[in-house]
DNA sequence: CGAATTTGACCCGCGC
DNA sequence: GCGCGGGTCAAATTCG
């Protein structure tokens, strides 16, 4: 939570201007007012849209707050009923793989006693489990159920299930049986055009996408828990995308340094290309779009 | 040709 | 006990 509260600490400026006026202004003065114009007109909007995205974090993070108070509360009752979960434990070779292993007992016949302990052992890991649900934007005619975490998965299974006409998608992380984070990915039944995707357990691994940090993935901000669990439950599709631009703004950011100060054709072109790429980027319209409709949104609601 | 994905069969818990 | 439904397995298929 205190990392992405300092996430909203973040300049999200684009710092368009970088350079750029001074360099007109010593080349062509009768169209630098205009160009000025724009770009002041361009970085006031700027300013503007990362002042929302503050409110909008600051807000986010309020409610987080709350929520995180409301599910304590409600985990002490559940710990006050003795009854056992009633959802069926996975009963896979996987679990029982790693609660041998665990336990230092493989190879060993199974007695029944051996599978009681199985047994018990398994209930005991599924209540430790992790189970968090995040919630990403898509294209409605992106009929994938894919999603970008930057965690490799291995799906293992499709179902139609019976409260949602869309099929729900399961996958392994690709490092099982050493990590056994599972997901269901889903669309929401409200919104096709949003995937619903329910993390099962904690990597034990690092994201391998952060090797490769230049790639345009759905990366996370962690909000809670470790830093390599990417989910956090019930964060809105609009924050998500928010939280993706962000990122994405802040890893152009550092594409080269060096270069914006030193070369200004470098610094143009890095302009043009950065400009492009972002009307370019769904995740950053997408995350445009967030920020305006949860202001205006928020408008309303202060009007009302 | 090996790895990844698809998909029908199967398993198991739960409600009736 | 039986059927339903969610979850998983594994053979078949596709893909790179």
Known sequence: MDQYSSSSLVDTSLDLTIGVTRMRVEEDPPQTSALVEELNRVSAENKKLSEMLTLMCDNYNVLRKQLVEYENKSNMTERDQTSPPKKRKSPTRDDAFSSAVIGGA???????????????????????????????KTEASDTTLVVKDGYQWRKYGQKVTRDNPSPRAYFKCACAPICSVKKKVQRSVEDQSVLVATYEGEHNHPMPSQIDSNNNLNRYISVGGSPTEPAAANRSSSLTAAVTT????????????????????????????MASSLTKDPNFTAALAAAVTGRLYQQNQTKK
């Open 106 to 136: 493989s190879e060993s016949s199974s007695t029944d006693q051996d599978e009681y302990l199985c047994k018990k052992q398994r209930e005991e890991t599924v209540v430790k489990e992790k189970v968090s649900r995040v919630y990403y």
């Open 246 to 273: 962000v990122d994405l703004i802040e890893s152009k950011k550092v594409t080269s340094p060096t270069s914006r100060i030193d070369f200004p054709e470098v610094q143009k072109l890095l302009v043009e290309q």
